[in-house]
């Protein structure tokens, strides 16, 4: 069965101290690997797709990277306005559902 | 561009009654979507449209849960009779096709009582 896991759960960082959350899966025929943000109170924001493994995708202060069994997204030098929560996803194979990780909930102290 | 529209914003009922959600996805997007979403939890996929036909709805409960997309632009949800596991928001998110990122809109919460 398809699974997708992010990791940490939760995660507090400094303004300015850079870190890196994780979304490994087990998929069978990766067609696309989906990051969103979620602040509360609203619907996820779609962030970016990476397709195949080696992929990497950057916007502003985030950039997201894709091997065969993980995705990283790394966040360099935080604000407080990044704190939210990051959902990874997947699509695979023939089915059309994305399936969702839990998400890490990210707080940025200033 | 507007974004994806849902009404109401949040709904209380008490158990085993009825409950609908709309939602008007973005313009052009052919592809609509209604998520699950339970506290502390992703958003998990009840059915998906490709206009008015029904793609994947394996994971709707149909004993008491419908959805309904007849003009091929917006969506009803309705869930019949309400159980208290109902409780969640219930996401519609749209997009241009079946692959490819996909546009959330703000959301219902539903209080089951």
């Known amino acids: 069965e398809d699974q997708v896991t992010q990791s940490p759960e939760a995660l507090r960082l400094q303004e300015g101290e850079s870190s890196s959350l994780n979304c490994s899966y087990t998929?069978?025929?990766?067609?696309?690997l989906f990051w969103y943000r979620q602040d509360p109170g609203k619907g996820p924001e779609f962030l970016f797709t990476?397709?195949?493994a080696g992929e990497e995708k950057e916007k502003e202060r985030l950039k997201a990277t894709l091997t065969k069994k993980e995705s990283f997204l790394h966040i360099t030098a935080p604000k407080p306005e990044d704190s939210a929560t990051y959902l990874c996803?997947?699509?695979?194979?023939?089915?059309?559902?994305?399936?969702f990780g839990a998400g890490t909930r990210l707080t940025v102290k200033p | 561009e507007a974004g994806v529209a849902q009404s109401p914003r949040y709904k209380i009922i008490e158990k085993r009654q009825s409950v609908a959600f709309w939602c008007n996805p973005i313009?052009?997007?052919?592809?609509l979507y209604w998520y699950q979403q339970i506290l502390g939890q992703g958003p998990k996929l009840l059915i998906q449209?490709?206009?008015?036909?029904?793609?994947?709805d394996s994971q709707l409960p149909k004993d008491r849960f419908s959805a309904e997309r007849l003009k091929g632009v917006d969506s009803t949800l309705k869930i019949q009779p309400a159980k208290l596991e109902d409780s969640a928001v219930y996401l519609c998110?749209?997009?241009?096709?079946?692959?490819?990122?996909?546009?959330f809109g703000p959301g219902t919460r539903l209080l089951v009582l």
């Open positions: 998110a749209s997009s241009l096709g079946t692959g490819g990122g996909q546009y």
């Open positions: 998929v069978s025929g990766l067609r696309g």
């Open positions: 990476l397709y195949s």
């Open positions: 996803a997947v699509q695979a194979g023939n089915n059309n559902d994305m399936r």
């Open positions: 313009s052009g997007h052919a592809t």
């Open positions: 449209f490709q206009n008015n036909g029904v793609v994947d």
